[in-house]
């Protein structure tokens, strides 16, 4: 089984380009273009991972992650953890990635 990655973007074009990149190298995703819709998808039905989009309408990509670490919190009695990162950076750096079949560990 895949992993499942969901990506929360109101931008359609960056959904659709990052989503063809994830399953190209394997993943399994679910695309959803604003925070309200989301929310209620990623609590029902948690993936693996999580992308949002900071700046978004109605419910920004902050307030969406506020949203899912209080609803996990609250219906899961195994810890799980959630890491944001909202650190800026003025020069690019290339992102590390791990293929499905490789953990970080192996590279």
Same mark, same amino acid.
């Given at each position: ?16 380009? #990052? ?10 995703? +679910? ?8 929310? $209620?998808?990623? #609590?029902?039905? !948690?993936?693996?991972?999580? #992308?949002?989009?900071? $700046?978004? !309408? $109605? ?14 919190? +609250?219906?899961?009695?195994? !810890?799980?953890? *959630? +890491?944001?990162? *909202? $650190? ?7 992102? *590390?990635?791990?293929? !499905?079949? +490789? ?5």
């Amino acid at each position: 089984m895949p992993v499942t990655i969901a990506l929360v973007d109101d931008d359609r074009n960056i959904l659709t380009s #990052v989503s063809i990149a994830l399953q190209a190298e394997g993943f399994a995703t +679910r695309v959803y273009s604003d925070g309200e819709a989301a929310l $209620k998808a990623l #609590v029902d039905n !948690p993936p693996d991972l999580a #992308v949002l989009d900071v $700046k978004m !309408p $109605k419910m920004d990509g902050m307030e969406l992650l506020r949203r899912l670490r209080s609803s996990i919190c +609250r219906s899961s009695s195994s !810890p799980r953890r *959630t +890491r944001s990162s *909202t $650190k800026r950076s003025d020069s690019p750096s290339a992102p *590390t990635t791990t293929s !499905p079949n +490789r953990s970080a560990r192996d590279s």
